[in-house]
């Protein structure tokens, strides 16, 4: 993305005598592309890929609470690398993401095929299925932070569980953050696979019970295959997002009991111990982590998911 | 679907109504009864939110029994005097701007893509899936620096400058979808009637667009009212300035120090929750259609 043409800002003067000129007093197409496509580039220019640039230059020098010492080179590269808590941070990440897009995936699944089958509450269904995903994660951090808590122990009272401590103990605590997203984002990968679905002809299952092919193997040799590209275009966003994970654990945990997620950690060194230098050069270490995946996953996909959105509809 | 196919040949070629309509009403039932899973998931968490903050007093907040009273609106008072409409006010100016930027520079962009004739287009739509991937952290430390210089940390400006960039590609996404879905037709019978390309954008594609205006408005202006990260790094305090609604549910602070008070925190999430809602009640046809039509984000 970074040889993406900043659209130039020139012939914006009364369109000239140009090759797909329409008519004279208005601009031309290719001028009036131009125009409309520039302000967006510019802002996301100035505000997503300046930074970037900018972290990369923050992270070459040293700072001591922001005042600027020196060029530091690499070595704040080094430091985080051999700094025990970015690989324990990493490894949180990647954990919570993995087991919270599986679950995801299987419950969203679930979720669809249930609402897809039925005739009746469909509609009110799929208005429910948009709530959780509507609401502020934060309230959803509290919600189920309270739920989980000792006091007023509603889980615990619910299961018979007496005094368990989930959030206050390792293992436990980076479930009880899974679990919460899990429950925030799968009704959205469900409405997600439920547009999908509905796409799929009913007559490919009706031909498929003539010959006698039972629920599992019209699952597993017809909606699996043909749902494919809508599986996977709910995976790349859902990784993508769960990648960034902060406010969940943020605010269940505060990042304690090695919950700490690479964007709880790298914020860290921006407010409570501020080193530009350093924070920096973490924050440059996730964006490629994070691109990276996202990227394999685009290639995966192929260019249909760019080309598909503009000539399909 | 096949079920009624079922049904109607049974009935057909036997001519035994009875038993086979009662046994395809029953499964019509278990399948509806299929979906109570479905709404018990999404919603008995609400229920549990609004029985807690309508609990008064330590011993009722503290109990696991969700019928423990005795009950009042006490702790929707509390929140109030915490100045929640505040952080209100800086929430829906922030979310609103970003919304309205969002959608004037995004409706452009979208129209030129799906309809005007572009050298690189390709290349443009892979720099904008590109920024959708970018995760917001990577902009934390060196926005945080350059706000400092430009006096931009605790504005509203400073939350909703980035929210707008963030959210640009989604909206360029579903607008773009949108637009490629009106016909062409349309466009050039504007053109045989004199119509310039910049009219015929504003008179005739841009007023047939506006159910998807209308539902990239709302995803828009949820996601930016959601936003946590940067809202907590670049205005964490003072609901008089800039805190917003996230963070002031994050940082509500009880009597006791490190202790969160469950009242406070629950009724303003109850209060939060209610219009958020009901919107996605009124509006589920189209956010879904948003959702599904132009890529998508959780």
Redesign the interface.
């Known amino acids: 993305?970074a040889?993406?043409?900043v659209a130039p800002a020139r012939s914006v003067e009364p369109a000239g005598p140009d090759q797909?000129s329409?008519?004279a007093?208005?601009?031309?197409?290719?001028t009036?592309?131009?125009?409309?496509?520039a302000?967006?580039?510019i802002?996301?220019a100035?505000?997503?890929?300046f930074?970037?640039v900018?972290?990369f230059i923050?992270s070459l020098n040293e700072y001591t609470r922001r005042q600027h010492v020196g060029f530091a080179g690499l070595q704040n590269y080094a430091d985080a690398l051999t700094d025990g808590r970015f690989w324990e941070s990493l490894r949180f990440t990647l954990v919570f993401t993995v087991t919270s897009v599986g679950a995801e995936f299987l419950i969203g699944l679930g979720?669809a095929l249930?609402?897809n089958?039925?005739?009746?509450?469909?509609?009110?269904?799929?208005?429910?299925?948009?709530?959780?995903?509507?609401?502020?994660?934060?309230?959803?951090?509290?919600?189920?932070?309270?739920?989980f808590n000792v006091?007023?122990?509603?889980i615990?009272?619910?299961f018979g569980l007496g005094n368990f401590n989930w959030l206050g103990q390792q293992g436990w605590a980076t479930f009880a953050v899974i679990f919460a997203d899990v429950?925030k984002?799968?009704?959205?990968v469900?409405?997600?696979l439920l547009?999908g679905l509905q796409t799929i002809p009913?007559d490919l299952?009706?031909s498929a019970?003539t010959d006698g092919a039972n629920a599992l193997q019209r699952l597993w040799y017809i909606t699996l295959p043909l749902l494919r590209p809508a599986i996977l275009?709910?995976l790349l966003?859902?990784t993508?997002?769960a990648?960034?994970v902060?406010?969940l654990p943020?605010?269940m945990t505060g990042g304690a009991f090695n919950t700490e997620s690479?964007?709880i950690l790298?914020?860290q060194?921006?407010?409570r111990t501020p080193n530009?230098g350093y924070?920096?050069a973490?924050?440059?270490l996730?964006?490629v982590i994070?691109?990276g995946v996202?990227?394999v996953f685009?290639s995966m996909l192929g260019?249909q998911?760019?080309?598909g959105?503009?000539?399909e509809? | 679907m096949s079920d009624v196919t079922q049904e109607a040949t049974a009935t057909q070629t036997t001519g035994r109504q009875g038993p086979v309509k009662a046994r395809s009403g029953g499964r019509t039932w278990a399948r509806t009864g299929l979906l109570v899973i479905v709404l018990f998931w999404c919603l008995f968490p609400f229920f549990w939110l609004i029985m807690t903050s309508l609990k008064l007093g330590d011993r009722a907040l503290n109990s696991p029994d969700l019928f423990q009273g005795p009950f009042g609106l006490d702790n929707y008072a509390s929140v109030f005097e915490q100045n929640f409409h505040l952080n209100l006010r800086n929430s829906l100016a922030i979310a609103g701007m970003t919304t309205i930027i969002c959608i004037v520079i995004g409706s452009l962009a979208g129209y030129a893509l799906a309809r005007l004739p572009m050298k690189r287009k390709i290349l443009l739509l892979s720099g904008v899936l590109a920024v959708s991937l970018f995760p917001p952290v990577a902009l934390v430390p060196p926005l945080y620096e350059a706000w400092r210089t430009l006096g931009l940390l605790n504005t509203w400006e400073g939350l909703y400058l980035p929210y707008t960039a963030f959210t640009l590609p989604l909206t360029i996404f579903i607008l773009t979808a949108f637009y490629a879905s009106i016909p062409r037709e349309l466009e050039e019978a504007a053109r045989v009637d004199g119509a310039t390309p910049f009219q015929a954008f504003y008179k005739v594609i841009f007023p047939l667009a506006a159910p998807g205006v209308f539902a990239a408005a709302i995803i828009i202006f949820v996601t930016a009212w959601n936003e946590f990260l940067l809202a907590n790094t670049f205005a964490p305090r003072n609901p008089e300035i800039a805190q917003t609604v996230p963070v002031a549910i994050a940082a509500f602070t009880g009597q006791v120090e490190f202790q969160r008070p469950v009242g406070i925190i629950t009724a303003a999430c109850v209060v939060v929750v209610i219009p958020m809602i009901i919107v996605a009640l009124l509006f589920q046809r189209r956010i879904v259609a948003g959702l599904t039509s132009g890529g998508l984000k959780g």
């Open positions: 993305m040889d993406t043409p797909s329409v008519r007093g208005g601009f031309s197409e290719r009036l592309a131009r125009l409309f496509i302000p967006s580039i802002l996301m100035l505000v997503a890929l930074p970037v900018y972290a923050l979720f249930i609402m089958q039925a005739f009746r509450g469909r509609g009110i269904t799929r208005a429910a299925i948009l709530i959780p995903w509507v609401i502020p994660t934060v309230i959803a951090a509290q919600m189920w932070f309270f739920m006091t007023p122990g509603f615990n009272n619910v429950w984002t799968s009704p959205f469900a409405l997600l547009a009913g299952y009706e019970m275009v709910a966003f859902r993508v997002e990648l960034r902060y406010d943020q605010v690479l964007s790298v914020q060194y921006v407010v530009p924070g920096a973490l924050s440059t996730s964006f994070i691109l996202g990227l685009v260019r998911l760019v080309i959105r503009t000539t509809r």
